[in-house]
């Protein structure tokens, strides 16, 4: 599986925003954004021109593969399911992402950010309904309950997530247990829920060229 090791501020500075792709450090004064909100590269203050369609397609799917961390090889998979699934491609493609396990366990707080939640997915960490799921894309459905399983929350990262977790930030598609560090999901996600800008109508563009 391949793997992005090089500095994943280049990612929010490339697509012009912030991704929140390091958690509290995009906060803080030493966010790369704020300190040098330019594209990466030697000749990045030059007069870049202006992109062509296929440019701004390219953009849209790379700023929704970098934003929940999924490879193109995964994301074009998820795009094809969409594609035979009810409803509008696009948003059923955002839905199918925007439910992945390790973006519902950094939606619930639990995780500073998507790159820490999907780790403590894969470290075993995360339980649903009960059985230890170590797979980040699993996909939560209306019903579900994730939780840190018992044996983890003596850790002190969890001790210190306890008191470090905002529920105010938690969408209404889910339900927050603090105490506990578990979280239920009232309902399937929707467009509405996903918090960013994104253009999904152009990666439908880009995969039907």
Same mark, same amino acid.
């Given at each position: 599986?391949?793997? *992005? @090791?090089?500095?994943?501020?280049?990612?929010?500075?490339? $697509?012009?925003?912030?991704?929140?792709?390091?958690?509290? %450090?995009?906060?803080?004064?030493?966010?790369?954004?704020?300190?040098?909100?330019? !594209?990466?590269? $030697?000749?990045?203050?030059?007069?870049? %021109?202006?992109?062509?369609?296929?440019?701004?397609?390219?953009?849209?799917?790379?700023? @929704?593969?970098?934003? *929940?961390?999924?490879?193109?090889?995964?994301?074009?998979?998820?795009?094809?399911?969409?594609?035979?699934?009810?409803? #509008?491609?696009? $948003?059923?493609?955002?839905?199918?992402?925007?439910?992945? =396990?390790?973006?519902?366990?950094?939606?619930?707080?639990?995780? $500073?950010?998507?790159?820490?939640?999907?780790? =403590?997915? %894969?470290?075993?960490? #995360?339980? #649903?309904?009960?059985?230890?799921?170590?797979?980040?894309?699993?996909?939560?459905? !209306?019903?579900?309950?994730?939780? #840190?399983?018992?044996?983890?929350?003596?850790? !002190?990262?969890?001790?210190?997530?306890?008191?470090? @977790?905002?529920?105010?930030?938690? !969408?209404?598609?889910?339900?927050?247990?603090?105490?506990?560090?578990?979280?239920?999901? =009232?309902?399937?996600?929707?467009?509405?829920? @996903?918090?960013?800008?994104?253009?999904?109508?152009?990666?439908?563009?880009? *995969?039907?060229?």
């Amino acid at each position: 599986m391949a793997r *992005y @090791i090089d500095s994943v501020c280049k990612l929010c500075r490339r $697509e012009g925003e912030k991704l929140y792709l390091k958690g509290n %450090r995009c906060f803080s004064p030493k966010c790369a954004m704020d300190r040098r909100g330019t !594209p990466p590269g $030697e000749h990045s203050t030059q007069f870049r %021109r202006k992109e062509s369609d296929f440019g701004n397609q390219l953009r849209a799917k790379q700023k @929704i593969k970098r934003l *929940y961390g999924v490879y193109e090889k995964q994301f074009r998979r998820y795009f094809k399911r969409a594609l035979r699934m009810r409803g #509008v491609t696009g $948003e059923t493609l955002l839905i199918l992402l925007e439910s992945r =396990l390790d973006n519902v366990v950094y939606r619930l707080n639990i995780g $500073e950010s998507r790159a820490q939640a999907r780790q =403590l997915v %894969r470290h075993g960490h #995360v339980s #649903v309904n009960g059985h230890k799921t170590n797979i980040p894309s699993f996909l939560v459905k !209306p019903g579900d309950v994730i939780a #840190v399983r018992d044996r983890s929350k003596a850790l !002190p990262f969890f001790k210190a997530r306890v008191q470090e @977790i905002d529920g105010s930030k938690v !969408p209404g598609w889910l339900q927050l247990d603090t105490d506990n560090l578990s979280g239920s999901v =009232l309902a399937a996600p929707t467009r509405d829920d @996903i918090e960013f800008t994104l253009n999904e109508q152009l990666v439908v563009e880009f *995969y039907s060229r």
